[in-house]
Nanobody, 124 residues
Framework: QPELVESGGGLVEPGGSLRLSCAVS???????IGWFRQAPGKEREGVSS????????YYVDSVKGRFTISVDNDKNAVYLQMNNLLPEDTGVYYC??????????????????WGQGTQVTVSS
């Protein structure tokens, strides 16, 4: 199982941008990498996913048009560019590795290896 380390979280004002990074200890071509988030008192939510082979990515409806997921196979890294951030985007963001990506859903149970998380706070 690969190890994953997230970075890039922080405090940003509404309308601002952040880029999260997920460093993976193995070749990305083997895995589906997903980004999840969890706000206080809420369940973990799948945000976006992409396979290392860079098939069609998945985005939850609430982030479509604002977030972009990308892969750098040379660096074994996956990025989540987050633009036009909203207060409801606040939470701990996790990246995770699984075997199969879906273009239609992002179930947390399909992912086996998880990073430690990075906090994103959107507030004025």
């Amino acid at each position: 199982q690969p190890e994953l380390v997230e970075s890039g979280g922080g405090l940003v004002e509404p309308g601002g941008s952040l880029r999260l990074s997920c460093a993976v200890s193995d070749r990305l071509a083997y895995y589906c990498i997903g980004w999840f988030r969890q706000a206080p008192g809420k369940e973990r939510e799948g945000v976006s996913s992409i396979h290392g082979s860079q098939d069609t990515p998945y985005y939850v409806d609430s982030v479509k048009g604002r977030f972009t997921i990308s892969v750098d196979n040379d660096k074994n890294a996956v990025y989540l560019q987050m633009n036009n951030l909203l207060p409801e985007d606040t939470g701990v963001y996790y990246c995770a590795a699984g075997w199969v990506c879906s273009a239609y859903a992002l179930p947390a149970g399909a992912f086996n290896s998880w990073g430690q998380g990075t906090q994103v706070t959107v507030s004025s």
